[in-house]
């Protein structure tokens, strides 16, 4: 068995790699078994550390065989590729474990690049790209290890270099390389794991309150922007079940056909998106949105629909108009108004509306009314809503807890709405967006999920009807984070964030500039799509110039190998004037020929520097010290350690120092 001289480096830069990988993916895996993989990881760094013998290979397969048994009953085969990724993982690990000879090794750092880009799967913020990048850098290293004597920081460095010399080439390729289709893929992973649903529960919705993840980003266009607040619609629900708000099978089969009717006004808003990965289709819109995005379909309510590549950011312009005014069908507004089953709960709130239609008994007076009630009776905004446990749901919160988040009020809203025979539904989506004031655009996030009612008007039209406008305005503004009213409410609702500290300047700016920095990376590299690539070769080559696109392509590429030829062959100072201790040497030998010995070209440097110890007997000491210490490095191989450099700058020094006179 081939052993290697570098083991321990190896051993620490391979457990070092995994464990940060970890690190990236533990939101993806069980607790139980992210601690098997990080239990794995450091039990071989601290046998490396302790030089301690590795587990045999029975125990080592008698492990494996539980946590695959762990891993199967924790996953499961639903999720294909967090399985793939965790069993990829796991097995690298238990590799490392055994591993003694090179062979080994170097099946281990081929399964590492395989291990990194899984990364990827789950996230590709300008944050993971570099830190993967510098694992790249550390698992060149660890390979060229393996065949090599000297130590990591050089192959380290050796490894960088070459990554910044592929670094243009790769821009190159980004830019100029025609964006094809791939031929095949992977499923999607689970992204997004907090989301709007198809069912609207109201504590499904405050439950997005917990989580900071990115949803999109909105580029506000210069001209004819669209104004606040905005109202990004997502999904509607037309069919209530006594609690739960649902898409009706009806709407469902009318969303899966594109429309074919848009708008082209001097009225229409323009803005871009440019969504997060997630596991559901649904884009997010201002009022009726349609885009041209190939990748996006409209649908006839005006909502947008992802079409494949729910694991890819989508980077898709958007025209709005204000909601459609027409008149329901009789179909339509049947769809709109049914309650069924739910007519037979919430008895009070039936009567309350019923009540309040007597003395208004058009659809705009109501809805003046029921604005005025909810702004009159005490009712009040909060993150964290009592659970609501009984079949009148709505009685008891109109009535008795009157604290509740958006769904409650949408929710209460819809349903009295269509007591009284007026059209209305349930809309999900989000609500405002932090504005970053650099560079205009806004980030909307999963706190700020928001559910509000589209009320149908005779003569009006779809109104947006929002009772937490009116009991909490200030939410209308911006994000929910910025509400300084609900600061404490919302900073102890959220999981771990820099959010949480958003008090303290300095890790509010650190917050925004990281968030920055990923918009920028995000809409100029991840955002790179086809029609931004066409858009770019069409402005340095024209219309109709594929030849000159051509040529230039392979002028350039040329010209790359050449430049690399030249590289390759350019003369290069020889090993031993680059090297420390030939440096150290010449420093030496100038000092000789000050001194009256002159250097003789025939000489080798152990010949003259045993000359020089006879010619100056106070510093012979030093000039043999230096010469074992020469032959040892130079001829021997042995390694040039930071101890050796620091000997050599030493008797350098010595031999150099004038010498006391001895009276």
């Known amino acids: 068995m081939q052993r290697i001289h570098n083991e321990k480096s190896i051993n620490l830069t391979l457990s070092l790699i995994y464990g940060i990988v970890i690190l990236f993916i533990m939101a993806e895996l069980t607790p139980a078994f992210t601690l098997v993989l990080a239990a794995l990881c450091l039990w071989n760094f601290i046998l490396t550390l302790m030089n301690k013998s590795k587990p045999g290979a029975l125990l080592a397969n008698i492990l494996a065989g539980l946590c695959l048994v762990l891993l199967l009953y924790d996953i499961g085969f639903s999720d294909s590729v967090t399985l793939f990724v965790a069993m990829l993982i796991l097995s690298s690990l238990f590799k490392l474990l055994q591993a003694k000879s090179k062979k080994h090794y170097q099946t281990i750092v081929l399964l590492s690049f395989f291990s990194l880009s899984t990364v990827y799967l789950f996230s590709q913020s300008i944050i993971a790209t570099l830190s993967v990048s510098a694992l790249y850098v550390l698992n060149f290293a660890a390979l060229a290890l393996i065949e090599a004597k000297h130590n990591l920081k050089i192959a380290s460095k050796q490894s960088l270099k070459m990554l910044f010399i592929a670094l243009p080439v790769a821009v190159f390729l980004l830019l100029f390389l025609p964006k094809l289709p791939a031929f095949w893929q992977l499923p999607g992973p689970k992204l997004a794991k907090t989301g709007l649903s198809e069912s609207v529960n109201p504590f499904d919705i405050a439950k997005l309150s917990n989580s900071d993840e990115l949803v999109f980003r909105a580029k506000l266009a210069t001209a004819n922007p669209p104004s606040a607040p905005y109202y990004w619609r997502a999904i509607i629900h037309d069919e209530f079940d006594g609690s739960t708000w649902l898409v009706s099978d009806l709407l469902k089969s009318q969303q899966r056909k594109q429309s074919t009717s848009t708008t082209n006004t001097a009225s229409d808003t323009q803005y871009s998106i440019i969504a997060e990965p997630s596991a559901k289709p649904w884009l997010f819109g201002l009022n009726k949105a349609y885009s041209t995005n190939r990748n996006v379909k409209t649908t006839e309510q005006g909502l947008l629909i992802r079409k494949r590549y729910l694991s890819n950011n989508i980077n898709y312009q958007v025209k709005s108009t204000a909601l459609d005014n027409s008149q329901l069908t009789k179909l339509q507004r049947y769809q709109n108004t049914k309650l069924t089953d739910a007519q037979q709960n919430n008895l009070r709130s039936q009567q309350l509306a019923f009540d309040l239609f007597k003395k208004n008994d058009t659809d705009r007076a109501f809805f003046s009314a029921l604005t005025e009630y909810f702004a009159n009776q005490g009712f009040s905004y909060t993150l964290t809503p009592e659970p609501m446990t009984s079949q009148d749901t709505i009685d008891e919160f109109m009535f008795s807890n009157k604290r509740g988040f958006c769904g409650h009020y949408a929710s209460a809203a819809a349903f009295m709405f269509r007591a009284v025979g007026i059209p209305a539904r349930v809309v999900s989506g989000y609500l405002g967006g932090e504005l970053n004031e650099k560079d205009d655009y806004l980030s909307v996030y999963q706190y700020d999920a928001h559910a509000w009612v589209e009320v149908h008007i005779a003569d009006e039209g779809w109104q947006i009807f929002d009772a937490t406008a009116v009991v909490s305005p200030e939410r209308l503004n911006g994000s929910l984070s910025q509400m300084q009213s609900l600061n404490n409410e919302f900073t102890n609702n959220l999981e771990f964030s820099l959010l949480r500290f958003n008090q303290i300047p300095g890790f509010n700016w650190l917050r925004l500039n990281l968030e920055n920095l990923d918009y920028k990376w995000t809409n100029w ?18 219309n109709n110039q594929l030849w000159k696109i051509s040529l230039f392509v392979i002028l350039t590429v040329i010209g790359i190998f050449i430049v690399y030829f030249i590289y390759l062959n350019w003369p290069k100072k020889s090993a031993e004037s680059e090297h420390r201790l030939a440096q150290d040497f010449m420093n030496i030998a100038n000092w000789c020929d000050k001194n009256g010995l002159n250097h003789a070209d025939n000489l080798t440097p152990q010949q003259y520097l045993r000359q020089a110890s006879e ?23 042995d390694e040039f350690t930071e101890q050796r450099k620091k000997h050599s700058h030493d008797l350098v020094k010595l031999i150099k120092a004038k010498t006391k006179r001895i009276l």
Not at 620 to 628: E, I, P, T
């Open 525 to 542: 590299v991840l955002g790179f799509d086809q029609q931004k690539q066409s858009s770019l070769l069409k402005a340095l080559f024209g």
């Open 615 to 637: 010619h100056f007997p106070e510093k012979k000491s030093y000039l043999l010290q230096f010469a074992q210490l020469y032959s040892d490095v130079r001829y021997k191989g």
